[in-house]
């Protein structure tokens, strides 16, 4: 179970000071697949660093604090400070472009052995890593391959593979398949949501991708202008949208028998689609399990 | 030939781009570099200009003075063996090799302009051709071809020969930086957009292309000042160039040839050297301060 | 496949680069205002003190001309001449120490020069990579600036001046070394070759710091921008240390370009220690050639330059055909 207690991360940019995360308070529960969607520079991704522990200048954690409810190898709670010798024993990190990821001039062997205390004796693990990549679909041979070898889908099996070698408790997932086209895309979600059922861990997906989302998570997390406007089970939000930023989102969804674009238009322009919302920090409970920020008033024209 | 080929424009080319987290605390910097190498370059080539108005006479005639003085207030670095005030020599050495050089310089951007950029944007075989024919020149080792040259036309060559010469084989590596810019240019959208809106390849080229590429031209003019001042003071050092002439590489010639240091002359050797250092320090941190602060406002613009 | 096509193109090159070299080479002494046969006959004129009768003159001419390849029209002098450098290796006699063939004195001078170059190029290379690499990966730090500021006050200073400091300070202010260094000649002896590398310290040590000051900028800035790949920050996010992460991550990609400029700058590099063994008087092909400029004997210039193209040709060939096995793009394409 991570928890978020009114969580401020800023970014110091000269002498201005941008708040990117403006206090978030949540709960993720463990083993689900949670999304988190927003727009770019919503804070989504600088929230998902923070919780992945990977905060240097000019980031920092101005306020607030994150309990990760895990022990570390020396048995003391994993905390923001600790969380970096966690890094993929513990939680792992799946990233964006699988392509530029990957060193080009190493074999996806050596990817596997340069983890910092990990077996000290290679041949073992590389035994395990062979035999553990055949599970996830991918060839014995693609160990002996550089990544520009493989195809866009494999190399994202690499990642998965990476990430979960270990069978981290938390494993963070960066717009897993925003490279990808759609039929690769749909491998990818399924393989992510398999190794989750086997392992039981908490994956936290970051996509602006609603299909993204509606397919693989179990609960939704929307962020608007570095704050959270509703979290709750995704099937809850998708049928019922609460706040009107993320009916905006599910509405531009194109959906089967959508016959023009028109629907979508003028949703937008309804749930003010190029409006700003201010947005209350405080989320109240409208459903069990279901929570939403008060949006309190559309304050004129986007920036 | 030394290490000033041309190709310092390559190295420095790529220091210069700062990426968007240090260009705040390398703004500093980067005007530092261009602060100290201009501030350099001016020094010498104001005293260029105006000191030698003030000569007591032509340094280049010998036994003008008692040999072997040492430095007083009437020779500042004292005589040198053949009776030539050092002082005096080293001023017109640095004029005679900053006037060659900004001519080679003028030569060799004209030439490696059309052709790079000749090359980058009409591509095809022509580039191919081109291409073979710039590698090649810049594989040949310069070096002995020059020492041939000054061999042969040592007798009656003038100095402004030399200059010639090393603009022959100077402008290849230009020439490449050039085309390899002109080939990134080729394939952007304002170009196509020209391109589409009716415009033929030279005003392309000159009204789209030109602007982009005049920056490096700046970069790549200085670098040659640096490459031909050094090409001429290397065969005048080894006495192939017309070493009768002063500059930096034949004050250095005459002071080897008189052993200068066996004597105890040294102001004869350590004055050019300590003069060349600076100019060529002034030179290139000019050179990348300017394509830093190029690349600066490309980065932000 | 890939490597395939990749070694053809380089070698094409290759040839290339000869053939226009070499054409060059040919092309230089006959467009020269002045006839190197004229020169000959002046040198032999006045060691006969001028006792040379007219007809005698018309004789050593056409002699010269046949001894030099200078008989003909220039395509059969060219057709002659290609069939002599490439299928013989042979550029005639030397004049000054007739009959001594030039290609014998440059195969003899060939491996001082290569000993001499490749040591000194190859230490540049790795010292100043290793240096830039650290400039480059901790480019954040300040500390790191100083290195830099190690490789600007180095760069732009060419070998002359390097040449000419080194002598002054470790030979004349400092005497650790001599200051006219003298290279035993005949049959090796471990103590005439430890006079040998004790005498080649200067020398070498002038194009290690010529080397070394270009390394260290464009490998500064090649690191800075690996730094920046994606695969470095997922390297990071990995929890791989500092070391692994500069090393096999930013290093490998980095010395890349490295060596293809390695490659490309092996003709400035060669420039450099000719004119190096002619200033501290090392017995490799850049004496030889000041030796023949200043006493006329063209031959031996013409034959020093085109060994020089085809060193530094294959040279650069190899460095480049070496290139798959650094960069597995290439290899298995």
Request: proline share 5%; glycine share 8%.
């Amino acid at each position: 179970m991570i928890k978020l207690n009114d969580l401020k991360i800023s970014y110091r940019i000269g002498n201005r000071v941008i708040e990117a995360v403006n206090g978030v308070t949540l709960t993720i529960p463990d083993g689900s697949i949670v999304g988190i969607a927003g727009e770019s520079g919503c804070g989504k991704s600088t929230l998902m660093k923070a919780i992945y522990g990977d905060i240097q200048s000019p980031m920092s954690l101005s306020g607030g604090s994150i309990e990760y409810g895990m022990k570390g190898a020396d048995g003391l709670p994993v905390t923001t400070q600790t969380i970096r010798r966690e890094w993929f024993k513990s939680i792992s990190y799946i990233p964006q472009s699988s392509m530029n990821s990957l060193n080009p001039v190493i074999r996806i062997r050596d990817q596997f052995t340069d983890f910092p205390g990990t077996d000290s004796n290679k041949k073992r693990v590389l035994e395990r890593a062979r035999a553990y990549i055949g599970k996830l679909g991918l060839p014995a041979e693609a160990m002996e391959s550089y990544p520009h070898q493989l195809s866009g889908g494999m190399r994202q099996r690499v990642m998965i593979a990476l990430a979960t070698f270990f069978q981290p408790e938390l494993i963070i997932a960066d717009e897993p398949t925003t490279a990808l086209d759609v039929v690769v895309q749909k491998e990818i979600l399924l393989l992510l949501m398999e190794v989750q059922e086997l392992m039981g861990n908490t994956i936290l997906v970051v996509s602006h991708d609603m299909g993204v989302h509606y397919q693989v998570t179990h609960k939704m997390l929307i962020m608007y202008a570095g704050r959270v406007v509703e979290y709750g089970d995704t099937e809850s939000v998708f049928a019922d949208p609460q706040h009107p930023y993320t009916k905006m989102l599910i509405d531009s969804l194109p959906t089967i028998g959508d016959d023009s674009m028109r629907g979508v238009l003028a949703s937008m322009a309804g749930a003010g689609g190029d409006r700003a919302y201010r947005v209350e920090p405080e989320l109240i409970e409208v459903k069990p399990g279901h929570f939403m920020a008060r949006p309190s008033q559309i304050v004129g024209a986007a920036a | 030939m030394t290490t000033e080929s041309p190709s310092a424009a390559g190295a420095a080319a790529i220091p210069a781009a700062p990426t968007a987290k240090r260009r705040d605390s390398l703004l500093w910097l980067l005007n530092a570099r261009l602060a100290i190498g201009l501030s350099l370059v001016s020094i010498f080539i104001v005293g260029s200009i105006v000191l030698p108005f003030f000569a007591p006479a032509d340094p280049s005639l010998q036994a003008t003075y008692l040999k072997n003085m040492p430095m007083s207030w009437e020779h500042l670095l004292g005589t040198n063996a053949i009776g030539q005030d050092i002082f005096w020599f080293l001023v017109f050495a640095i004029r005679n090799s900053l006037i060659l050089g900004v001519l080679v310089g003028v030569g060799v951007t004209i030439i490696s302009t059309a052709v790079g950029l000749s090359a980058g944007y009409i591509g095809g075989n022509y580039e191919r051709v081109v291409m073979l024919v710039v590698d090649s020149f810049i594989t040949i080792p310069l070096l002995p071809i020059l020492i041939i040259l000054g061999a042969v036309i040592r007798g009656n060559s003038s100095f402004l020969t030399v200059g010639l010469i090393i603009v022959v084989f100077g402008w290849a590596w230009g020439a490449r930086t050039i085309r390899s810019m002109a080939l990134s240019l080729r394939e952007r959208e304002f170009i196509n957009m020209a391109r589409f809106s009716g415009a033929n390849t030279f005003n392309i080229l000159t009204r789209e292309i030109f602007p982009y590429v005049s920056a490096y031209m700046v970069v790549g003019f200085i670098n040659t000042i640096l490459f031909a001042v050094n090409t001429e003071a290397t065969l005048a050092v080894i006495g192939l160039s017309k070493v009768e002439v002063p500059t930096l590489g034949s004050i250095i010639f005459w002071a080897l040839n008189y052993n200068a240091l066996f004597t105890g002359n040294y102001p004869w050797l350590v004055a050019p050297i300590v003069a060349s250092i600076l100019l060529f320090l002034g030179l290139f941190l000019t050179s990348t301060g300017f394509n830093a602060a190029f690349a600066n406002k490309r980065g932000v613009a | 496949m890939g490597v395939l096509q990749y070694v053809a193109k380089r070698v094409g090159l290759y040839f290339a680069v000869l053939f226009i070299g070499l054409t060059i080479t040919f092309l230089l002494p006959r467009l020269m205002p002045a006839n190197p046969i004229d020169g000959y006959i002046g040198q032999i004129q006045a060691r006969a003190s001028g006792a040379l009768t007219a007809d005698d003159i018309i004789q050593l001419r056409a002699n010269l001309e046949q001894l030099y390849g200078l008989k003909g029209d220039l395509f059969s002098q060219y057709l002659s001449y290609l069939e002599r450098v490439v299928l013989h290796f042979d550029f005639g006699p030397s004049f000054t120490y007739y009959p001594q063939p030039v290609s014998q004195m440059i195969f003899n001078a060939l491996p001082w020069t290569l000993g001499l170059l490749l040591i000194s190029t190859f230490i540049a290379w790795l010292l100043g990579n290793m240096v830039g690499l650290v400039a480059g990966y901790f480019h954040t730090k300040k500390a790191a600036t100083i290195l830099e500021v190690v490789g600007i006050l180095l760069y732009p200073i060419p070998y002359y001046i390097l040449a000419v400091s080194v002598i002054l300070l470790l030979a004349y202010i400092f005497p650790i070394f001599p200051l006219s260094p003298t290279f035993p000649v005949g049959q090796m002896t471990p103590q005439k070759f430890g006079m040998v590398i004790y005498n080649s310290l200067l020398p070498a040590l002038t194009l290690v710091l010529a080397g070394f000051g270009w390394n260290i900028l464009s490998m500064k800035a090649l690191a800075v921008a690996t730094t920046e790949e994606p695969y470095v920050t997922y390297a990071r996010l990995k929890g791989a240390s500092n070391w692994t992460r500069m090393v096999r991550y930013v290093f490998r990609n980095a010395m890349l370009p490295q060596v293809t400029a390695l490659a490309l700058s092996l003709g400035t590099v060669f420039n450099g220690a000719l004119l190096t063994e002619m200033l501290f008087s090392y017995p490799g092909v850049g004496l030889i050639m000041r030796t023949a400029a200043s006493g006329g004997d063209y031959n031996v210039l013409y034959g020093a330059i085109a060994i020089s193209i085809i060193a530094v040709a294959t040279a650069g060939l190899v460095i480049d055909l070496i290139y798959p096995l650094l960069d597995p793009r290439i290899r298995h394409k």
